[in-house]
């Protein structure tokens, strides 16, 4: 019975996860990024990536295909994204990769 309960539990806790991860919406902002990192964010395209303070920024000249992972291969986040500054705000720290086309940056939160 208690095995039962705790694979009950751990199925509930796992959807709760995914849930959670479907409300993550990437949204465009005019204003200028604030916090670049200390590589350089831009790729060969013109597309520059940052991180700061929960949130991926995203500044490109083009319409493009993005797709955010956790470190451990989960996808976060899929979307198109139209040219100019997009910010996806993530609920938790660490370290995502976000794939652009054929260019893969990672990002540290």
Known sequence: MRRLLAILLMVLML??????????QWRETNREV???SLNDPRTSDG??????KGTITIVTPKRITVRVYTIL???VSQA???????ELRLGSR???LVRIGN????VAL
């Open 15 to 24: 959807g709760l996860g995914n849930a959670a991860l479907a409300e993550i």
């Open 47 to 52: 597309i520059e990536i940052y991180g700061s």
């Open 103 to 106: 260019i893969t940056q990672k």
């Open 80 to 86: 198109t994204l139209q040219p100019g500054t997009s």
């Open 94 to 96: 660490g370290i995502y």
């Open 73 to 75: 291969g989960q996808i």
């Open 34 to 36: 604030q916090g670049k």
